[in-house]
């Protein structure tokens, strides 16, 4: 997984709440088997016009005007500020890797649902959580400052906006941090306990047998 | 000793070791698998050259691309055959404790065929790539949906990462209406709570409605806590729970069975266990409910009408409602009894279970869907529960009514195969998501009850399921 440490980047405002991951990926993208190639599929429904299908040459489709990332202003962008609840729905990872795939690093909203918020670790996006308040002003900024970028620095927990005036400051788990920063391997670092995993398993499985 | 939740006792029991802000390593005891979640999982396992570490833990089926119908012809789409293909083929490589691949009879929605063949048991951790795994918490295990990075955890360690939830009591009182079952119930409560209300939460359902209403009632609660934002909905052991699991081919037997069956009972919140929310439900003044927007916290009874934004102080709540009305199509005020309807879908995890089929048939008997419904389904669960309801003359039932009876899959819940809304379609669904596009791109979906889908096909347009009952 690539590291998270300080990025900088334009902000795309997303400004409706409840968005869930059918709308991130719509399912006719989840057949695939691979893991990469979503970005372009991302956020399907409203950002072409036309009915997307896997297998399709998206540079050749329609794209919808009025859907906030085919602005030219957010283009390139790689922080997406987003409304409460983002993320709700059905557990597919193919939610982060499509944002990942599209260029995104950090996504700011006040709040994420449980699955995906977890999901995000796990392909090296940083789900932030600020306060409606700050998530409001934020809106506010974006919208009035064409190109606003933020810098946002896992290590200090914190989001500067570029002039240096205001630093938004946010809470992760240490664990969490501890692996981002280091782009850590999950399962390495629990691979590390297989004797812990070992002992437990032949102590519950001899307890209890029927879990065999 | 202190008091603990069935939550506490079941997490607890789980937890190998931990981490110093609290990030338990918790041992995983069953771990389902389906096609879409888990081909990049079995290909990272083989890519770090690392074998799953208890295959025996595995129960995988084919559900979320598998055709309904033509099931001689195999399945035709080539990206989704691919995808079924991937998974025969890694089951094939790493094993597993009972695979029901597509086409065998046992085959059918992974959280239908859990706790139908007694993989499921209370007291498990079970976990899926799937977020309705919640559905086994009605077995007092600790069941939720994982991402695939997960997946090849699990696969890898056969353990995960993560932190304990909060805990929530939704205590429903009171005995339900005639006519209004466990989904109006569950549909309710997140009415009531939000779809982020279980956000952070491990929800257990309890009070003597929950007591009362069978496994599949209850599996349907649990199913949908997820659309309450929680990733766990759990219900305590009783004797019901027992009798279901009893028999079952993956369940113990004998002497095993005595044992076991002594530990289960042990599984409920002891009588003083603090719970960090507690919500209380009267389930005595529930009513049929119809979502009528693009979330299943946009709710009302069968007797509302549709919201009227301008009511709405909240300016982003407004612009929910406003979006969510432009979508599905509707007119603030409409009373939801006219809102006319195209295609019926009784199924999914939520819905597809014996009893839910029995409810909608009770409906159906000796009546036709109406002139303007152009396709109703039902399709079953499971291979067994097809079995059942033949061996009961459901089938014929619901096909003299009109209805197409299919093969067993996820099917229209979530349009992967054939099975979709076109484009300004309006839906009576027995599903669990009302989110745009879900059932198909342009599709409009309103959540209802098995019994309110029926009724709603026979009319051609929603309508309280109470008259039809009273009269039948």
């Given at each position: 997984m690539e590291p998270f440490r300080v990025h900088t980047g334009i902000v795309a405002p997303l400004?409706?709440?409840?968005?869930?991951t059918d709308a991130i990926i719509p399912k006719q993208f989840l057949k695939s088997i691979k893991r990469s190639g979503f970005g372009p599929n991302l956020f399907d429904a409203w950002r072409y016009l036309d009915r997307g299908e896997p297998g399709q040459d998206n540079s050749k489709r329609p794209k919808n005007p009025d859907f906030v990332l085919n602005h030219p202003r957010y283009q390139g962008a790689s922080i997406l500020l987003a409304r409460r609840n983002f993320g709700c729905g059905s557990s597919r990872e193919h939610a982060p890797w499509a944002l990942a795939d599209d260029g995104f690093r950090a996504l700011i909203a006040p709040s994420y649902a449980d699955i995906f918020y977890n999901n995000c670790f796990k392909n090296g996006l940083l789900p932030i959580v600020l306060t409606e308040s700050e998530v409001d002003r934020l809106f506010h900024a974006v919208k009035a400052f064409p190109g606003l970028r933020l810098t946002i620095d896992l290590e200090a927990q914190a989001v500067h906006t570029p002039d240096g005036q205001h630093a938004y400051r946010f809470d992760v788990d240490p664990f969490r941090k501890h692996c981002l920063l280091n782009g850590h391997d999950d399962i390495a670092l629990t691979l590390a306990h297989a004797d812990e995993i070992k002992a437990f398993e032949t102590k519950r499985l001899g307890e209890q047998p029927w879990l065999a | 000793m202190v008091s603990r939740t069935l939550y506490d006792k079941v997490f607890d029991s789980h937890v190998v070791r931990q981490e110093a802000d609290g990030t338990a390593l918790l041992y995983i005891d069953r771990h389902l698998v389906h096609e879409v979640t888990s081909p990049q999982a079995f290909e990272g396992l083989r890519l770090a050259g690392r074998k799953p570490w208890r295959a025996q833990s595995i129960v995988a089926t084919a559900d979320h691309n598998t055709p309904t119908k033509d099931w001689a012809l195999g399945i035709r789409d080539p990206v989704s055959r691919m995808q079924v293909e991937t998974l025969d083929a890694n089951i094939r490589a790493v094993?597993?404790?009972?695979y029901f691949p597509f086409l065998d009879r046992r085959q059918g929605i992974v959280h239908v065929i859990g706790p139908e063949s007694g993989a499921t048991l209370p007291g498990m951790t079970v976990v899926c790539g799937d977020s309705h795994t919640s559905t086994h918490g009605a077995f007092a295990a600790l069941a939720f949906g994982i991402g695939t990075s997960e997946v090849e955890h699990v696969l890898a360690t056969q353990c995960l990462l993560i932190k304990k939830a909060k805990s929530m009591l939704i205590r429903a009182r009171g005995k339900l209406p005639p006519g209004v079952t466990a989904k109006d119930l569950i549909l309710a409560i997140i009415g009531r709570i939000g779809t982020a209300g279980g956000t952070g939460y491990a929800i257990e359902f309890g009070g003597d409605t929950v007591r009362a209403l069978s496994m599949e009632g209850r599996m349907t609660m649990c199913n949908m806590s997820i659309e309450a934002g929680a990733r766990a909905g759990m219900i305590a052991v009783d004797e019901r729970t027992l009798n279901y699991i009893r028999g079952r081919p993956l369940a113990p037997a004998g002497e095993m069975w005595d044992r076991a069956a002594a530990h289960w009972r042990t599984l409920v919140s002891d009588p003083d266990a603090k719970f960090d929310l507690t919500h209380t439900i009267d389930a005595a003044t529930i009513q049929p409910q119809v979502t009528w927007g693009t979330?299943?916290?946009m709710v009302v009874s069968v007797e509302d009408r549709v919201p009227d934004p301008d009511r709405e102080r909240d300016p982003s709540r407004r612009d929910g409602i406003e979006r969510a009305l432009d979508y599905m199509g509707l007119t603030p005020n409409?009373?939801?009894?006219?809102i006319s309807i195209d295609k019926v879908f009784i199924g999914s995890c939520t819905n597809s279970r014996i009893e839910d089929l029995r409810q909608a048939a009770a409906i159906i008997r000796g009546r036709h869907i109406a002139d303007n419904i152009r396709l109703a389904l039902v399709v079953p669960g499971s291979g067994p529960v097809k079995a059942q309801a033949e061996s009961e003359g459901l089938d014929r039932v619901f096909r003299d009514a009109g209805f197409e009876w299919r093969e067993p899959g996820c099917s229209m819940c979530l349009a992967m195969n054939d099975d979709r809304l076109e484009p300004g379609e309006r839906c009576a669904s027995t599903s669990n998501r009302n989110f745009e596009g879900r059932q198909g791109a342009g599709g409009r979906t309103h959540l209802v009850s098995p019994a309110m889908a029926a009724a709603a096909a026979v009319a051609g347009h929603f309508v309280d399921v109470r008259r039809l009952v009273s009269r039948a």
């Open positions: 400004d409706r709440a409840n968005v869930d | 094993g597993a404790k009972a979330s299943p916290e409409t009373p939801i009894t006219d």
